[in-house]
């Protein structure tokens, strides 16, 4: 059959009726998304907060934060925590399903388990957006979240503003995570990813056009190269994955035959996702909180970590930064992936490797691809998230350097899995030529 070019393939998914109205069902909820974005929240200077953002340098503290809502921390928006309290919830319920045997066992009863586990990561979300709102709006009151503005952010220091503030900035992650559910239900793709994906992409113009402005059309075009160079490792790396052979043994279950088929384990080279970047810049951001509430501190101890562990520049932070990236990826990927498990799964319905054994020898096989693959992952992750510490260090882009680890990962990562969904749809119409 003849192959469409991609742009054709666009077209025909806005021809399909169906798919033509989840396509614009997810630019509606992303529209609003972004709106609510811009909306401040009750009781904020608004003239006050842009004067100090256009002389603002952003600090280590407060970029991963504002990374995920699309600048609205800074702002002070509605929306001004983002997705971060809903990214920080999940996790920490993945964590827990390990250690706690009621999750576990809620996690192994299917979807019903899994719409269990899925309220409590609501509960959770809005308990720590009660938290970081909270944080947010008292370093709002004290001129902190601004480094460097001495005008007043809040019209009001009263502490009726103060409940008011926070209660709508809780209220607006609440929102957040139903029009999320909305997407996933019925638009197209992961609603949360969307989000986050929208977020990220919302701050790209203005740090392309800030690097443009500070430094240049050369430092312009030699930071696009790079960043487009990035862009095609992650991807090629997004996609690399060992495939692992299974076989299954013919059984006879009452008069049916079942099994003899062959399928395969996918072992993704980045097995781990974004979630050690984010755990190693949280636990790095720690130590910078601290310094922050204690900025005339004498202490030996704050005065290391303030001259080493805050600002991202140093040789210090950055060796840190990038051991424990390869640690959290170990862990993470250690408490995703059982090996034992996955063995007792082949086992009890007629599994197996080609030239191994089920059972034992089939788990240690398992645990040695996975350790042998996590490794290069995990290198990749580190180096990847490095490129904007040392892009500050080298070319000096003023905290503004667009092509940031992290937002290339989840660039990709989201962009690649929603055009995936939207090709399998197609596909489903006899459509093609979408990923061609």
Same mark, same amino acid.
């Given at each position: 059959?003849?192959?469409? %070019?991609?742009?054709?393939?666009?077209?025909? /998914?806005?021809?399909?009726?169906?798919?033509?109205?989840?396509?614009?069902?997810? @630019? !509606? =909820? $992303?529209?609003?998304?972004?709106?609510?974005?811009?909306?401040?929240? %009750?009781?904020?200077? $608004?003239?006050?907060?842009?004067?100090?953002?256009?002389?603002?340098?952003?600090?280590? !503290?407060?970029?991963?934060?504002?990374?995920?809502?699309?600048?609205?921390?800074?702002?002070?928006?509605?929306? /001004?925590?983002?997705?971060?309290?809903?990214?920080?919830?999940?996790?920490?319920?993945?964590?827990?399903?390990?250690?706690?045997?009621?999750?576990?066992?809620?996690?192994?009863?299917?979807?019903?388990?899994?719409?269990? =586990?899925?309220?409590? &990561?609501?509960? !959770?979300?809005?308990?720590? /957006?009660?938290?970081?709102? &909270?944080?947010?709006?008292?370093?709002?009151? #004290?001129?902190?979240?601004?480094?460097?503005?001495?005008?007043?952010?809040?019209?009001?220091?009263?502490?009726?503003?103060?409940?008011?503030?926070?209660?709508?900035?809780?209220?607006?992650?609440?929102?957040?995570?139903?029009?999320?559910?909305?997407?996933?239900?019925?638009?197209?793709?992961?609603?949360?990813?969307?989000?986050?994906?929208?977020?990220?992409?919302?701050?790209?113009?203005?740090?392309?056009?800030?690097?443009?402005?500070?430094?240049?059309?050369? $430092?312009?075009?030699?930071?696009?190269?790079?960043?487009?160079?990035?862009?095609?490792?992650?991807?090629? =790396?997004?996609?690399?994955?060992?495939?692992?052979?299974?076989?299954?043994?013919?059984?006879?279950?009452?008069?049916?035959?079942?099994?003899?088929?062959?399928?395969?384990?996918?072992?993704?080279?980045?097995?781990?996702?974004?979630?050690?970047?984010?755990?190693?810049?949280?636990?790095?951001?720690?130590?910078?909180?601290?310094?922050?509430? #204690?900025?005339?501190?004498?202490?030996?101890?704050?005065?290391?970590?303030?001259?080493?562990?805050?600002?991202?520049?140093?040789?210090?932070?950055?060796?840190?930064?990038? !051991?424990?990236?390869?640690?959290? &990826?170990?862990?993470?990927?250690?408490?995703?992936? #059982?090996?034992?498990?996955?063995?007792?799964?082949?086992?009890?319905?007629?599994?197996?490797? %080609?030239?191994?054994?089920?059972?034992?020898?089939?788990?240690?096989?398992?645990?040695?691809?996975?350790?042998?693959?996590?490794?290069?992952?995990?290198?990749?992750?580190?180096? =990847?998230?490095?490129?904007? @510490?040392?892009?500050?260090?080298?070319?000096?882009?003023?905290?503004?350097? %667009?092509?940031?680890?992290?937002?290339?990962?989840?660039?990709?990562?989201? /962009?690649?899995?929603?055009?995936?969904?939207?090709?399998?749809?197609?596909?489903?119409?006899?459509?093609?030529?979408?990923?061609?």
């Amino acid at each position: 059959m003849k192959e469409e %070019p991609v742009l054709g393939a666009f077209a025909n /998914a806005f021809r399909t009726p169906d798919l033509r109205k989840k396509l614009l069902f997810v @630019l !509606l =909820i $992303v529209t609003i998304f972004r709106l609510g974005s811009q909306v401040p929240t %009750p009781g904020v200077h $608004v003239a006050n907060v842009q004067a100090c953002i256009s002389q603002l340098e952003e600090g280590g !503290l407060y970029s991963l934060i504002n990374l995920f809502s699309g600048g609205a921390l800074l702002q002070l928006t509605i929306f /001004a925590l983002g997705i971060m309290p809903y990214i920080t919830a999940s996790i920490i319920l993945q964590l827990l399903v390990v250690v706690i045997p009621r999750l576990e066992a809620l996690k192994k009863e299917g979807q019903a388990g899994q719409a269990k =586990i899925t309220q409590y &990561t609501r509960y !959770l979300t809005l308990g720590l /957006a009660v938290l970081q709102a &909270t944080g947010i709006v008292a370093l709002a009151r #004290n001129k902190a979240l601004l480094q460097g503005c001495e005008r007043d952010l809040l019209h009001d220091d009263g502490t009726g503003t103060f409940l008011v503030m926070v209660v709508t900035m809780t209220a607006g992650t609440a929102v957040i995570m139903w029009l999320g559910e909305l997407i996933t239900d019925r638009g197209i793709g992961n609603g949360m990813s969307i989000l986050i994906f929208t977020q990220v992409v919302a701050t790209f113009p203005a740090s392309l056009w800030s690097v443009q402005t500070s430094k240049g059309w050369v $430092v312009f075009g030699i930071v696009m190269v790079i960043g487009l160079i990035l862009v095609a490792g992650v991807i090629f =790396i997004e996609q690399a994955q060992r495939r692992i052979p299974v076989q299954y043994a013919r059984r006879m279950v009452g008069r049916k035959m079942f099994g003899g088929n062959s399928t395969y384990i996918p072992l993704k080279v980045n097995q781990a996702g974004i979630i050690p970047v984010i755990f190693a810049s949280s636990l790095l951001y720690l130590p910078a909180m601290a310094v922050q509430f #204690n900025p005339e501190s004498t202490n030996p101890v704050l005065d290391f970590i303030g001259t080493y562990l805050v600002g991202g520049d140093h040789p210090l932070y950055m060796l840190s930064y990038f !051991l424990l990236i390869i640690f959290f &990826t170990y862990f993470y990927v250690s408490i995703t992936f #059982n090996p034992v498990e996955v063995a007792d799964n082949m086992k009890k319905y007629g599994g197996f490797i %080609p030239g191994i054994r089920a059972g034992k020898p089939t788990e240690d096989y398992l645990s040695y691809v996975l350790s042998r693959i996590t490794f290069p992952g995990a290198l990749y992750l580190g180096l =990847i998230s490095l490129v904007p @510490l040392v892009a500050f260090a080298m070319i000096g882009a003023n905290q503004n350097f %667009p092509f940031g680890g992290t937002s290339i990962l989840i660039m990709v990562g989201v /962009a690649l899995d929603t055009v995936k969904q939207i090709e399998s749809q197609l596909q489903q119409r006899n459509y093609e030529g979408f990923l061609k």
